[in-house]
C-alpha cells in the first residue's frame, strides 16, 4: 500500500486548495481513508475521512462546511478540495488509508500513510 499525496502551496486567506493523494497496491474502495494534518508544535488530527463500511464521511468541526473529500474510484485518488481557507489551516497535510477500519477518523487507526504535502496560508 502506497499513498502519495500532492497540491500543497502557498494561498492567501479565504483562497482554495485542492489536494490529492494517489493510491497504489490497493484499491482505495476497500479501505477507510482520509486526510490529517499537523501544524508546527501541535499534534495531528484528523480532517476528514470516508469510512470503507458505508461510505459516511466524517469532518473535523473546524472543517465543516469549508473542506469536501472525495474519491475517484477509477482513478484510485482522494481529493480534499479546501476552501474558504484561514492562516489556522496552515499546516501539513498527509493522507491515511486502513484496510480493517470500520469507523474512526483518529490518526493512530491509520495504518499506512503518505508524504504530506504543506499548506501555508499566509498573506
Known amino acids: 500500500v502506497q499513498l502519495q499525496a500532492s497540491g500543497g502551496g502557498l494561498v492567501q486567506p479565504g483562497g482554495s486548495l485542492n489536494l490529492s493523494c494517489a493510491g497504489s497496491?490497493?484499491?482505495?474502495?476497500?479501505?477507510?481513508i482520509g486526510w490529517f494534518r499537523q501544524a508546527p508544535g501541535k499534534e495531528r488530527e484528523g480532517v476528514a475521512c470516508?469510512?470503507?463500511?458505508?461510505?459516511?464521511?466524517y469532518y473535523a468541526d473546524s472543517v465543516q462546511g469549508r473542506f469536501t473529500v472525495s474519491r475517484d474510484n477509477a482513478k484510485n485518488t482522494l481529493y480534499l478540495l479546501m476552501n474558504s481557507l484561514k492562516p489556522e489551516d496552515t499546516a501539513v497535510y498527509y493522507c491515511?488509508?486502513?484496510?480493517?477500519?470500520?469507523?474512526?477518523?483518529?490518526?493512530?487507526?491509520?495504518?499506512?500513510w503518505g508524504q504530506g504535502t504543506l499548506v501555508t496560508v499566509s498573506s
Open positions: 491515511a488509508a486502513d484496510g480493517i477500519l470500520a469507523w474512526g477518523c483518529r490518526p493512530p487507526l491509520y495504518d499506512y
Open positions: 497496491g490497493f484499491t482505495l474502495d476497500d479501505y477507510s
Open positions: 470516508i469510512m470503507k463500511s458505508n461510505g459516511e464521511i
